[in-house]
């Protein structure tokens, strides 16, 4: 299937910079937009909980009533990434030239023009779905 996936850079410990990629369910893109992907994935996780009463939906710094909910049978179910860290040259380069020429500050928080779209191959599992990128179709102009 095609997707759009937002685009974060990953600091790593020995200062080099990983590949974020996430795929942010439709209903809760717009509430997305302007934070981190680790904000998102709170964001989704109180859209998803029944303890809506933990620490983590109470920081989120929007009412919980402003969030979306999600339809029966929605593909992602919930926010999902995946990491790259060490791509060869030749693998995804459109992503990697994206990711090395655009400005720093658009790959901290998700935006829309910090997105690509990709061809993934979707894995649903009864303990957690799952996603592997099979190419990436097209990236955001800057």
Known sequence: MDVMLF???LPLKDGGRG??????????QNVCLGKSAQQCADIDFC????????????NLGIPLSRLPSYPPGMIPARQLSVVFLHLSP???????????????????????SARVKARVQFIRKPDDDDFNVLQILAVAPF
């Open 7 to 9: 685009v974060q850079s």
């Open 19 to 28: 590949i974020l990629l996430v795929w942010v369910p439709q209903p809760v």
């Open 47 to 58: 859209i998803r909980t029944t303890s809506k009463n933990v620490s983590t939906c109470r």
């Open 90 to 112: 030749d693998r995804f380069a459109n992503l990697q030239q994206f990711f090395h020429t655009a400005p720093k500050a658009a790959l901290e928080r998700l935006s829309m």
